[in-house]
């Protein structure tokens, strides 16, 4: 099994460019989550989806966007992207909203 | 590495000796916690968990102290090992709800 897949692990964008980071899980976890962490700071999440269909907001949510494609993977999308979003992006995925969660490898995003 | 963690509360010890990590978590109605660590250039890794009906949980090496009443929770880390250095980060968790980290504490072990 390979976890928690994120995918890219590195990536450089412009002001103003768009992307999307690609997170899948193989364990059939139901709940999964995207958090950003800053130098000095913890994990703050961005957006969650507690089941398949269903996403919500976080504590940072916005200039991102979230879609749960299936129960496997849950993409986050930057649609304009500013300086203030580099840092390093974790996708987490837990049975349930009340387990501990798995978290992928990263991806460092700076945005120049 | 990564430059995570850069202002974090810092603990040293020396190999060999006992650790104790603290924290302190926000919300009386969280039912759930989680210590996480994370070496650096790498994703936060699951060490224990304790839920709110217990105020004790031993792992190996590891025990997790849960004090509700002044809303603190503790890792204690035994015999402490050179790969024991990362930070650690507490987590909690309300009736399902989001999981929400704290600041995390980076642990380095002395030789």
């Known amino acids: 099994n390979a976890g928690v897949t994120q995918t890219p692990k590195f990536q450089v964008l412009k002001t103003g460019q768009s992307m999307t980071l690609q997170c899948a899980q193989d364990?059939?976890?139901?709940?999964m989550y995207w958090y950003r962490q800053d130098p000095g700071m913890g994990l703050r999440l961005i957006y969650y989806s507690a089941s398949e269909g269903t996403t919500d907001k976080g504590e940072v949510p916005n200039g991102y966007n979230v879609s749960r494609l299936n129960k496997r993977e849950f993409s986050l999308r930057l649609e304009s992207a500013a300086p203030s979003q580099t840092s390093v992006y974790f996708c987490a995925s837990g049975t349930n909203m009340n387990t501990e969660a798995f978290f992928g490898q990263g991806t460092r995003l700076t945005v120049v | 590495g990564e430059n995570v963690g850069l202002h974090l509360p810092t603990l040293s010890v020396q190999e060999g000796d006992n650790s104790i990590i603290n924290c302190a978590y926000s919300?009386?109605?969280?039912?759930?916690f989680i210590w996480y660590k994370q070496e650096s250039g790498k994703g936060p890794q699951f060490i224990i968990d304790i839920r709110s009906n217990m105020d004790k949980r031993q792992g190996q090496r590891v025990t997790v102290l849960l004090n509700k009443t002044v809303k603190h929770l503790s890792l204690q880390i035994a015999a402490t090992q050179p790969g024991d250095s990362a930070v650690y980060f507490c987590a909690e968790n309300v009736k399902g709800q989001k999981l929400v980290f704290g600041q995390g504490t980076r642990l380095t072990i002395n030789p």
């Open positions: 364990m059939n976890h139901n709940s």
């Open positions: 919300n009386s109605a969280s039912d759930y």
